[in-house]
């Protein structure tokens, strides 16, 4: 069981294409004083060893970040599983000796604490775990085996999309987190930002 943070590399998904919140990075957008992948990554840093930022475009847009960039190897926007591909690939290639990674999306700001040590004692003898809330099925946000970057490269060339799917075909544990409370409030700890509304909402926890 991979418990240990220093074998466990983080990767943050920031390739979405962002449609309703009219395109753009919804990571850069600002929360407080800070974006929302600043908040992202300060929840991460303390569970994960390395972490990458798996994300398309101009990687200089990130620098201020100080964390490798890695597009999806595939020229077509291929949704999530293409940038969890790329982010697997970052790890075995950089990271020699780490058999686990966690991912997760660049527009949760509220990913709790105990996130990976959870994971990691939920996967138990399952190849992999994701997360699960009230929201239902969370197939980004997991702990996935670095060596399944060749299972990922080899259904994404038969055309396979979808994240839910893969997990569920490939055994991957489901771990149950409950509310959390931010300013008083119990919110799902996977609350992403999709909307301005969503974005609203976050700003105002955030005060």
């Known amino acids: 069981m991979a418990t240990d943070m220093e074998e466990i590399a983080g990767i943050v998904l920031a390739g979405g294409q962002s449609r309703r919140m009219g395109g753009g990075d919804k990571a850069l957008l600002k929360l407080g004083k800070r974006p929302v992948l600043a908040e992202v990554v300060a929840r991460l840093a303390p569970q994960a060893g390395s972490i990458v930022l798996s994300a398309n475009g101009d990687p200089a847009r990130f620098a201020a970040f100080g ?27 950089a990271c020699p000796g780490v058999r686990f990674a966690v991912t997760v999306p660049g527009d949760t700001p509220f990913i709790p604490p105990d996130l990976v040590q959870r994971l990691a004692e939920g996967r138990g003898d399952a190849p992999m775990a994701v997360a699960v809330s009230t929201a239902g099925l969370h197939p980004v946000i997991g702990l996935w085996p670095v060596a399944m970057a060749e299972g990922l490269a080899e259904a994404l060339a038969r055309g396979e999309r979808r994240a839910s799917a893969f997990v569920r075909a490939h055994g991957a544990a489901e771990v149950a987190f409950g509310p959390i409370r931010i300013g008083g409030a119990a919110l799902d700890p996977f609350f992403n930002i999709n909307t301005p509304e969503d974005l609203d909402l976050a700003r105002g926890l955030c005060e």
């Open 67 to 93: 964390m490798p960039v890695v597009p999806d190897s595939r020229a077509e926007f291929q949704g999530p599983l293409a940038g969890i591909e790329a982010g697997l690939s970052w790890v075995r290639a």
